[in-house]
């Protein structure tokens, strides 16, 4: 059976902040290769500057998930159903874990567009360009040149209160090499409380960390809760929750008891792709039902 996938809404769905769509291509960066996606009809056609391995391309772009299997798990009512319907194809992307770290910490009290500009403009200062297609590529900075260029240089990016965060972050992986790949070995809940222990990264909180399990290690169950989100199942899934959780949920100062009740409960609820059902309601919320643009 045909599996779908709509490379517009997995690239602009708010997982990822670096790819950018010139015409009708995307372009961006798949570990350390340059790479030119453009999908005709069901077809993903891909360009890069150097050999890419097919596993790699498909486990990126999510497409080794077996999607219907996933629709028919989480489409329990009429409003995730329309989520499903509208944005038909979106993927879960896997990432590369030091770029996801560092994108969901510079992604904290902000919003996307100025994300995918500070990014922008850390990788053009410190990561490698690469000239592909006449378009200029640049890989994501290592922990070490992020550490060659120090604190100041961080600053320069428009990184603000968090480049402290981000030089933090590299001088831990950078001593630390295996931590972020034992993350992939630990289960869900076992590697959110790793990545929630204060002794290691600065700007991870309890949705940073459930975005970096989700979109960077594949954990499907993890269920990031942001404004959007919140928005969405005070709108739509108020029946699941008591007056108080509701009253939290609207409220700015979203403790980490109820942001731990309300994704238990929505883990619960959808199951072992909750991650899924998620990214839906958060790109419904966020795009609206007819609309690719914010």
């Known amino acids: 059976m045909h599996q779908p996938f709509n490379l517009d809404f997995t690239l602009n769905s708010g997982q990822t902040f670096r790819w950018r769509k010139v015409d009708e291509s995307w372009y961006g960066v798949i570990g350390s290769t340059a790479v030119k996606a453009l999908q005709i009809k069901d077809k993903l056609i891909l360009k890069a500057n150097e050999a890419l391995e097919e596993d ?6 999510g497409l080794k998930d077996d999607l219907l299997k996933i629709y028919d798990s989480i489409d329990k009512d009429q409003h995730i159903h329309a989520a499903l319907k509208a944005y038909r194809g979106l993927r879960i992307l896997k990432q590369d874990p030091w770029e996801t770290l560092i994108s969901f910490i510079t992604a904290t009290y902000t919003n996307i567009r100025r994300v995918e500009t500070t990014l922008g403009e850390l990788c053009r200062r410190f ?3 690469s000239m592909f297609n006449k378009e200029r590529v640049y890989l994501f900075p290592t ?6 260029h120090g604190l100041k240089g961080l600053y320069e990016t428009g990184l603000g209160y968090r480049a402290p965060w981000i030089l933090e972050a590299a001088k831990i992986v950078e001593a630390n090499p295996d931590l ?3 993350l992939a070995e630990q289960q869900y809940e076992e590697a959110r409380l790793t990545l929630l222990n204060k002794k290691l990264f600065k700007g991870v909180g309890n949705k940073v960390a459930d975005c970096i399990l989700l979109f960077g290690y ?5 269920f990031p809760i942001d404004r959007w989100v919140r928005r969405s199942l005070v709108r739509c899934y108020r029946q699941l929750f008591d007056t108080e959780l509701i009253s939290k ?8 008891t109820a942001y731990n009740k309300v994704r238990l409960k929505m883990i619960d609820y959808f199951g072992g792709y909750a991650g899924y059902a998620q990214q839906y309601l958060f790109t419904y919320e966020r795009l609206g039902s007819n609309s690719l643009n914010p």
């Open 127 to 129: 990561g490698v360009a």
């Open 249 to 256: 949920l609207k409220d700015k100062s979203f403790t980490t």
């Open 218 to 222: 594949g954990k499907l169950e993890a």
């Open 56 to 61: 790699i391309v498909l486990r990126y772009f």
């Open 143 to 148: 922990p070490q040149a992020i550490l060659s």
């Open 180 to 182: 972020l790949p034992s």
